[in-house]
């Protein structure tokens, strides 16, 4: 099993969705400041992870821990393992739906590091395998 982590840095964003009196559908943006998208992290625990390789996107679904700023995640050796490896670039995106009401997001970018079943690391690896297995 591979286990991988990656340095967050955030691109944050809030929409909210309501109809006007005039009965029209309005769309309110706004930014996410730092503590509301460490919360959303803290809570999320399903995302999309991206990374590129030649110039080729690719992004699948992810089960992740958020935690001192790091984002970790496991999985098997496959395309991501081998693309990430070859360009450590990567990014995460999750959300929370509001009911119809919107929906926050939060993307995070960073570099894919892969780390070693050893401790110190065995802790964040099983909090991420029980969150996956919860949810």
């Known amino acids: ?5 990656g340095i967050l840095a955030t691109n944050p ?3 909210r969705c309501f ?7 309005v769309f309110e943006l706004r930014e996410m400041s730092n503590k509301e998208c460490v919360e959303l992290l803290q809570q ?3 995302g999309r992870l991206g990374c590129c390789r030649e110039a080729c996107p ?8 958020y935690e001192s700023n790091t984002i970790y995640s496991f999985s098997l050796a496959g395309r991501k393992i081998e693309w990430m490896r070859d360009n450590p670039n990567v990014c995460l995106e999750t959300e929370e739906h509001g009911g119809g009401k919107g929906w926050n997001s939060v ?12 401790e110190p690391w065995r ?3 099983t909090a991420c395998m029980v969150t996956s297995a919860k949810t």
Request: hydrophobic share 50%.
């Open 1 to 5: 099993m591979t286990f991988l982590a």
């Open 13 to 15: 964003g809030a929409v």
């Open 19 to 25: 109809k006007s009196q005039g009965g029209v559908w």
């Open 44 to 46: 999320a625990h399903f």
């Open 58 to 65: 690719y992004i699948v679904p992810v089960y992740f821990a």
């Open 107 to 118: 993307i995070a970018t960073g570099k894919f590091y892969e780390l070693p079943d050893i």
């Open 123 to 125: 802790g964040p690896k």
